[in-house]
């Protein structure tokens, strides 16, 4: 039932700077993750970051520290805030959200975002 929604995707020069947005239409409910995945020329998705409701978060080894992930409120709100971008960088960025549900399990993708980066 859960509808996810990015934004903030766009063209920019190699060293610029993008931050994106991935708004929920509904409070999430159970445990959760939510993460950012980027799929890129290969048509596979791969993890660029994650954020628990338990606070622990991380990064692909890829971004070397140019990627942040957080929320401003994390049942519904979670940003990727994207530094010095790099052409490498280019790909579709999907929101997921992933959980359980009293016990069950569940996950949701939004419909993406497009990077690209200018060399």
């Known amino acids: 039932q859960v509808q996810l929604v990015e934004s903030g995707g766009g063209v920019v020069e190699s060293g610029g700077s993008l931050k994106l947005s991935c708004a929920s239409s509904?409070?999430?409910?159970?445990?959760?993750?939510m993460a950012w995945h980027r799929q890129g020329q290969d048509n596979q998705r791969e993890l660029v970051a994650f954020?628990?409701?338990?606070?622990?978060?991380g990064d692909a080894d890829a971004g070397e520290g140019r990627f942040t992930i957080s929320r401003d409120n994390f049942l519904n709100t979670v940003y990727l805030q994207m530094n010095n971008l790099q052409p490498e960088d280019s790909g579709v960025y999907y929101c997921?959200?992933?959980?359980?549900?009293?016990?069950?399990?569940?996950?949701?993708w939004g419909q993406g975002t497009q990077v690209t980066v200018a060399s």
């Open positions: 954020l628990t409701n338990t606070g622990s978060a």
């Open positions: 997921k959200l992933s959980g359980t549900d009293w016990g069950k399990p569940f996950e949701y």
């Open positions: 509904a409070p999430i409910p159970g445990t959760r993750l």
